[in-house]
């Protein structure tokens, strides 16, 4: 199951690692004394969904495992699919920007250089005429 847990990561597989809406979740008494964390699954079939499961569930758990909300609507999971995948889209577009950014600032930055040095070198051939 894809989900996120109250640090606002995902884990679905296909897409960008950070859940699409940030949020803060306290956790729930689950059976004698563990406290179960809040996911928001974003999976295709219950995307923003939260449910909760055993806080140790990584290490193995105690299998605890319920829905915090209902079955959503066809017509709902379709919306919030749609923005998931448009906020992961906008995310990579972002990623792509900043990289081509870092790209061009390289650039300029050895155009001033050489810049530099011509002015350096033409400045002290005029000195020795």
């Avoid at 699409?20 to 809040?38: E, F, H, Q, S, T």
């Avoid at 609507?73 to 972002?94: G, P």
């Avoid at 792509?96 to 790209?103: C, K, T």
Wanted: charged share 30%.
């Amino acid at each position: 199951m894809a989900s996120s847990q109250s640090d606002g990561s995902s884990s679905y597989s296909q897409h960008s690692s950070r859940s699409p809406i940030p949020y803060r979740v306290a956790g729930r008494d689950v059976r004698l004394c563990v406290k179960a964390a809040r996911w928001i699954s974003w999976s295709p079939d219950n995307p923003g969904r939260r449910y909760f499961k055993c806080r140790n569930a990584q290490e193995g758990g105690c299998g605890f495992y319920t829905w915090y909300d209902g079955p959503t609507t066809t017509f709902i999971r379709e919306v919030l699919n749609d923005l998931r995948d448009a906020v992961w889209s906008a995310r990579r577009e972002k990623e792509g920007l900043v990289l081509a950014i870092q790209e061009e600032r390289m650039k300029v930055e050895e155009k001033i250089t050489e810049v530099d040095a011509a002015q350096r070198d033409g400045g002290s051939k005029k000195a020795i005429m």
